[in-house]
């Protein structure tokens, strides 16, 4: 066995996650600052990482602005907070005057507070769409016309009853504007039921297959399961189009790519309580760096992309209802509007170690599954 050399589009890794990760990192925490701004709360620091300061400055508004050493992350630390994780200073709140007390965030009512944390992810998810938004518009999509050609003898779709000719409409209730947009639909659904509307003979029907299970290499030697139909499609010089849909479609088609993504994504994370997960499909920060260099190298337009993809994700799940992130903060909030007083410090302490727990436990894992894999392909 002999190690290989690493790729040389891995030079690009680091620089790119970097980039891509502070931009998304800025844009999370830019929506809890400028919604906190905007109900009145006095803000502390907003830092794009952790740890030592690197650089920075004080804005007319007091708040710190900050760059530091461990470029993982950011936070908004709000006044009369003890850390970056928005844990109160109960002595500090209690000595504050009745100026800086009105600004504190743990003074604010309820639904402020929710709003400040909602922002957070609500700005990545924003993010998202204008991004995929104007790509759509800026650079239309080339595609194909979603007609199957071939059915394979003996195949998932021959035994379903597919045929050759047969137009597809819509896969699992996304609507099929091409090609393309079938094969995606079906290799992201490995062994779960899919159901198919196809046009025959001028009618619509109903068609429901279970995608095999199949193994497909990337071009940089990644290794994804995916779902196989045996379903094709020659492709004639002529047969892909540049469709170009206009500002009140491209918004339709930019929302049904975003319920595509977090559809697929639930449903790969569902996996892994039936039985059917692939640990090495997870990836954490070392997964997602080696993705990030490689996508460099393909251009500015798919590492935008690709940047967009891993908003909303991040955006998504910030919203889980775990302590320590913002979904988090958010179910303490809610139980307090519908009982009408906050949960008890101590309930609150329990589930910030509970969550604290989680998230680390998650952390370590994908990166230590993240290390391990890659040292296994080195040895391949």
């Known amino acids: 066995m002999q190690l290989s050399v690493l790729p040389w589009q891995m030079v690009f890794a680091l620089p790119a996650f970097l980039i891509v990760l502070t931009i998304i990192v800025f ?86 507070r929710i709003a400040v944390v909602v922002a957070g992810p609500v700005a990545n998810i924003l993010f998202t769409f204008l991004i995929l938004y104007a790509l759509l518009l800026g650079y239309g999509r080339y595609t194909i016309s979603p007609v199957i050609g071939e059915v394979l003898p003996e195949s998932v779709a021959a035994a379903a009853g597919l045929r ?4 597809v409409l819509s896969v699992d209730g996304f609507e099929v504007r ?67 849909p206009g500002p009140t479609e491209a918004v339709g ?21 039936v039985g059917r ?29 690709f940047m967009a993809l891993l908003s909303l994700n991040i955006g998504i799940f910030n919203l889980l209802p775990i302590p320590m992130l913002d979904g988090g903060h958010l179910a303490y909030y809610l139980a307090e509007a519908i009982r009408g007083r906050p949960l008890s410090q101590r309930v609150q302490e329990i589930g910030f170690r509970f969550g604290l727990a989680v998230v680390l436990t998650l952390m370590v894992f994908t990166l230590v599954n993240d290390t391990v894999l890659e040292v296994l392909r080195s040895f391949s």
Not at 184 to 212: D, G, K
Not at 256 to 273: S, V, Y
Not at 279 to 303: D, F, H, N, Y
């Open 253 to 273: 088609m930019t929302f049904e790519e975003m319920r595509f993504i977090i559809d697929r994504t639930a449903a790969f994370l569902g996996d892994f309580f």
């Open 27 to 112: 844009v999370h925490e830019i929506g809890h600052y400028l919604v906190a701004r905007w109900n009145g709360v006095a803000i502390q620091t907003f830092s794009i990482g952790f740890g030592r300061e690197v650089w920075g400055f004080d804005d007319k508004h007091g708040t710190r602005w900050r760059l530091s050493a461990i470029p993982l992350g950011g936070y908004v630390r709000f006044v009369g907070d003890m850390n970056a994780a928005s844990v109160p200073d109960e002595e500090f709140i209690a000595n504050a005057g009745p100026e800086l007390s009105s600004q504190l965030f743990i003074n604010k009512n309820v639904w402020r």
């Open 178 to 244: 091409g090609f393309e947009d079938f094969q995606r639909l079906v290799a992201t659904s490995p062994q779960r039921p899919v159901s198919i509307v196809i046009e025959r003979n001028n009618s619509a029907q109903t068609i429901v297959v279970v995608p095999e299970l199949a193994t497909t290499a990337d071009r940089f030697g990644n290794t994804h399961r995916v779902g196989r139909i045996g379903v094709a499609r020659d492709v004639a010089e002529g047969d892909v189009t540049l469709y170009r």
């Open 277 to 305: 997960g692939d640990v090495e499909q997870l990836g954490g920060p070392v997964r997602v760096a080696k993705v990030s260099g490689e996508v460099a190298t393909l251009g500015i337009i798919p590492l935008i992309n």
């Open 164 to 167: 050759s000719g047969d137009t």
